[in-house]
């Protein structure tokens, strides 16, 4: 298992919660963003650079990712390529998308979309709280725990 980070709208204090579980779990997390990013020096930590562009960061995520691999993303269809391709996608508030939900959490970002281009104000998401960081790392060690039983 390897874990990939649409590291561009990756809030700081998800990424920390991440590179304590790499060195904790020895997993390997992969960070992917259009823009430079500072991580911190360890084997299970890496950085992936992508040229600007529309998706270009989610286009290579879901080149690389591999059955059992976990993304990192608040980004629907990208989490959708990712279950399709027999990932596991965790949004940073803690949301486990899976073939139960993905396809619901589809629709409701395109009619959010439509009211958006029909220039209605949807406002944006709440502020990262302290409830969207525990149910993160609740249902990050959940994974991790999962996996690293299941290895052994």
């Not at 591999?66 to 996608?89: C, M, N, R």
Request: glycine share 6%; hydrophobic share 40%.
């Amino acid at each position: 298992m390897k874990i990939w980070v649409d590291a561009d709208a990756c809030p700081v204090v998800i990424k920390e919660i991440l590179f304590r579980a790499a060195e904790r779990t020895e997993i390997h997390v992969t960070l992917i963003a259009n823009h430079g990013l500072r991580i911190p020096p360890s084997q299970y930590i890496s950085f992936v650079q992508v040229t600007s562009g529309f998706d270009v960061a989610d286009d290579e995520i879901v080149k690389r990712v591999d059955d059992g691999d976990l993304v990192i993303t608040s980004d629907i269809p990208l989490a959708a390529e990712v279950i399709e391709k027999g990932g596991v996608a965790l949004s940073p508030r803690g949301e486990l998308y899976s073939t139960d939900n993905i396809k619901a959490r589809l629709t409701m970002r395109d009619f959010m979309d439509t009211l958006r281009s029909s220039g209605i104000d949807t406002g944006g998401p709440p502020a990262l709280n302290q409830h969207d960081r525990k149910s993160f790392a609740n249902h990050l060690d959940k994974i991790l725990s999962h996996y690293v039983k299941n290895a052994s």
